[in-house]
């Protein structure tokens, strides 16, 4: 061996050194630490450090390097960087021997230095047991370790590791493992294996390595920067080192991709270089799409031999891997394949074309269509791209994919665009993301419809009765719908598609029993043509008509069965979705089950109040405050909720179903914060919506009771109480059943208090609806003690509703007198005393002396201060 050969082997036998910033990622340096000085090893422990190039292996090593050097304990550390030089055996043992001479510890390299020569064939075991008489432990460290191919050079490797003795730890690093025997250690557990996502940077890694460039971005950019390169170390740093040159960071980010020069400088000559050519064209050619399956790569290089291709570039760790969760699924980096597709134009027009063509096809007859449509987009045919529209485009948007269908339209020629078909498509699109004026401008006006083709006029019409149920003109709408062939068209999608926008319009004027007989269809069809978010939307619709009868045990089931539903087809983003969880939520509600009631709002509502149906949305805005009204700190925030979110919107009427649920809770809540007025103004509402119905004299009943007009209350519900007026829903007619109840008791008529409450459970228990009973108060609950044990069968659920209404803490009835607790109702309003005697119907003095009471009793001293107390004590 000459001097100069000697020299270049000692150049190669230290850890390398970075005058530019290093990142020290602590959590891989800690591991390799605990794995390497652990000394209840009775064999020496093997280290697999394999990641694609520009990973940082070299990086990471050198900075735990020089950690242990700072160490007390710190272990001999031998450092090999090898080349092709070392697949000779001879070779490779010389670079070994020179490590350990050139390592940090001056015992260890006294100790090699009368070991054999390494030609003798005694060399490796004198080296074993030599370092086996070692109490401290050496660590050789094998970098570049994928450059070892030759079999004798492999043999030597895994001949010191087979035999290595407890003090030596041998760290292996490579872009890819090369083929040492080490299955029978790793079930040993002799072998700890890092693999490239372990060194992949975190997000906080990446702040702190640009931070080093002296780079600093808002969280936005980084996360932009973070998923951009996935934390691969070799982009991050050329992605610092441009950042740190330019002088508008934003801008720089928007451009950083696989195109950058000096990415595409380093993706060539690191990545790309020393590929076989035949390799190079196909990775180009399969980087077509944004992810590929080897039978998809074999359609696009006509390489019969694609999966044998795809073995060796990702054993060989190439910046290729498999999908997480999609088996026989494979993507290039993001860098990468930006790069590629940058080469894929080099191939000229008509081959790119060709393979976009060639992806579409693929892609579609997996039925797989989004992809499909945008490399048909991608392909310049406007004929391919308008057949595959009309083929799937309405799949597409019923199935959740309308902003796609929307990207790839906005990048299409203006013949795609005109076409009438697409534009009903876009209308379709635009609907299914909320944007009704978009949607109104493609649709056009009704005497504008230019085709007899029954299958686009189905569409047209049904995309117009979705809009009315929307914005107003629901019945017209239907009209023109109806005189179609619904139903008829032999399209699947169309016929579940138009169904249910009758279901939801029918729904809509309250005609349930037509609406339940077209969901039920629309179901059936959903099923038929495989449209899950269409099934789920039926369910949901079902399970409002099920409410809209206030038959709540069954919205509960078919909610239930929407939820089960959604998960298990990976919906749970839907907008419908969330909609069963507020159904769902809302009978936990009505049934007074706190727990799972809270649970489901908490998924459920702030989806719904970040989505694009403002119906949608004011109604959970409703169901929010009146959820959280009882143990709010603030109920008079919650009312001014319920104040903005139940004025009436003419454009977007609530269905009646709705307006029947919400007041009676609303009304409670307006009173119990002594806004008289709103509650008044609620009854209005309800007449403009529901007409004469129970609904609204229950409300009547209740202001006059609140106020202690026991007239005025029995009068508003002797009609419902006969029959004679019907309620819309089952909820207010229990309501109506408690407060004659308390009407009776007022009066000192037991028999005609027990007669109510019995017939308000028999009205309740079937569909468990305990909030009524919860909502009527104290004076419910004394009666249901009064008559414990005598309700019969309804006994049990007597004692339910009893439990569900919280008993008052502290000094109860007795404490205030009856006018007092009423001013005391008052008092959150803070209205002045003389509004407050104008309602109550007395003298200001009247009202100051009863104030004083209140103030005596609680004592307490200012108003704010009785409320407090009051609250405290159960009495607001």
């Known amino acids: ?44 422990a093997v280290v697999l450090l394999s990641a694609p190039v520009g990973s940082g292996k070299t990086m990471l090593l050198s900075d735990w390097a020089a950690e242990l050097a700072c160490r007390s304990d710190s272990p001999a550390v031998a450092w090999l960087t090898v080349d092709e030089t070392d697949n000779d055996p001879i070779a490779l043992r010389a670079s070994m021997h020179v490590a350990l001479e050139n390592s940090s510890d001056a015992a260890l390299a006294d100790a090699v230095r009368p070991l054999p020569p390494v030609t003798d064939d005694r060399y490796a075991d004198e080296l074993s047991r030599m370092l086996g008489t070692r109490n401290n432990p050496v660590v050789m460290v094998l970098d570049d370790a994928h450059l070892l191919h030759e079999p004798a050079a492999i043999d030597t490797v895994n001949e010191i590791l087979r035999w290595a003795p407890a003090s030596l730890r041998t760290v292996v690093a490579g872009r890819f493992e090369p083929p040492l025997a080490v299955h029978r250690m790793r079930l ?101 799409p944004d992810q590929f399956t080897a039978e998809l790569a074999e359609d696009l290089t006509g390489n019969i031999d694609s999966r044998t291709v795809l073995d060796s570039l990702e054993r060989s760790n190439f910046l290729l891997e498999r999908v997480a ?30 393979l ?50 929307i990207g790839v339209l906005d990048r299409a020629s203006l013949v795609v665009r005109s076409a009438p078909a697409v534009r009903l498509l876009r209308a379709a699109a635009e609907l299914a993301r909320g944007n009704d004026a978009a949607a109104t401008s493609h649709l056009g006006t009704a005497d504008g419809r230019t085709t007899d083709h029954t299958d686009l006029t189905v569409l047209e019409d049904t995309l117009r009765l979705q809009l009315a149920v929307r914005t107003g003109g629901i019945s017209e709408a239907l009209e023109t719908l109806q005189s179609a062939p619904v139903g008829a068209t032999g399209n699947p999608e169309l016929d579940a598609f138009s169904r249910i926008q009758q279901g939801l319009a029918e729904l809509h004027l309250g005609r349930t029993g037509a609406a339940d007989r077209h969901l039920a269809d ?114 008079h ?39 008289v007025g709103w509650a008044t103004r609620l009854a209005e509402v309800t007449a403009h919506e529901l007409g004469d119905v129970g609904e609204l004299a229950v409300l009547g009943a209740s202001a006059a009771l609140h106020h202690r007009r026991a007239d005025a209350a029995q009068r508003e519900l002797a009609p419902v109480l006969s029959g004679d007026l019907e309620c819309t829903a089952v909820t207010t007619l229990v309501r109506a059943w408690l407060i004659a109840a308390c009407l009776a008791d007022d009066r000192n008529d037991p028999i005609g208090a027990r007669a109510a409450l019995l017939e308000a459970l028999t009205i309740a228990e079937p569909d468990g609806l305990l909030r009524p009973f919860r909502d009527a108060g104290e004076q419910v609950r004394t009666l249901l003690e009064r008559h414990h044990g005598r309700f019969g069968v309804l006994d049990g659920f007597a004692a339910a509703a009893r439990s569900a209404i919280p008993q008052a803490v502290g000094p109860r009835s007795g404490l205030l007198t009856p006018r007092e607790m009423e001013l005391l109702r008052e008092l959150p309003s803070w209205r002045t005393a003389d509004q407050i005697a104008a309602d109550l119907f007395v003298s200001v003095n009247t009202v100051k002396t009863h104030l004083r009471g209140v103030y005596r009793k609680l004592d307490v001293r200012t108003r704010r201060d009785a409320i407090t107390a009051a609250r405290a004590l159960g009495l607001l």
């Open 637 to 675: 925030a919650l009312a001014r909720v319920l104040r903005e979110h139940t004025a009436p919107d003419p454009d977007r009427p609530r269905p009646p179903y709705v307006t029947a649920l919400l007041v009676p809770s609303v009304q409670r809540a307006f009173l119990r914060v002594g806004e």
């Open 188 to 288: 040993d557990g002799r072998v700890h294996d890092f693999a490239p996502d372990d060194l992949a940077f975190t997000t906080e890694e990446t702040a702190t390595l640009l931070d080093e460039h002296e780079v600093r971005l808002d969280t936005s950019e980084l996360a932009m920067i973070h998923d951009r390169t996935e934390g691969w170390a070799a982009g991050l740093r050329l992605a610092a080192i441009s950042l740190a040159r330019h002088s508008d960071p934003a801008s720089m980010i928007a451009d950083f991709n696989g195109d950058n020069r000096i990415v595409a400088d380093y993706l060539v000559n690191e990545v790309l270089d020393g590929l076989p050519e035949r390799v190079c064209r196909f990775v180009v050619e399969t980087s077509i």
């Open 325 to 354: 969760g999609s088996p026989g699924w494979y993507r290039y980096h993001p860098l990468l394949r930006e790069y590629l597709r940058a080469e894929v134009g080099r191939l000229g027009q008509r081959a790119v074309a060709d």
């Open 356 to 405: 976009e063509q060639t992806s579409a096809l693929w892609f579609g007859r997996a039925g797989d269509y989004l992809p499909a449509l945008e490399h048909a987009l991608h392909t310049g045919d406007d004929d391919a791209l308008l057949a595959l529209l009309d083929e799937r485009g309405l799949h597409l948007v019923l199935t959740g994919h309308g902003e796609a269908v």
């Open 522 to 635: 629309a179901l059936a069809d959903a099923r038929s043509a495989d449209l899950p978010a269409v099934v789920l939307q039926a369910l949901v619709a079902q399970a409002t008509v099920a409410a809209d009868r206030c038959r709540i045990t069954r919205m509960s089931e078919l909610a239930g069965q929407a939820m089960a539903f959604g998960r298990a087809h990976d919906l749970t983003g839907a907008a419908a979705f969330h909609v069963a969880q507020l159904l769902a939520a809302w009978g936990h509600y009505l049934r007074v089950e706190e727990e799972p009631m809270r649970r489901l709002a908490g998924e459920s509502i702030p989806a719904l109040a970040a989505g694009t149906d403002p119906t949608t949305m004011r109604i959970a805005a409703c169901l929010a405050a009146l959820f959280d009204f009882e143990s709010a700190d603030d109920p």
């Open 1 to 44: 061996m000459s001097v100069t050969s000697w020299d270049t082997r000692r150049l190669r036998t230290c850890p390398p050194s970075y005058a530019a910033p290093v990142i020290r990622r602590q959590r891989l340096l800690d591991s390799l630490s605990d794995l390497t000085l652990q000394t209840e090893r009775s064999t020496g």
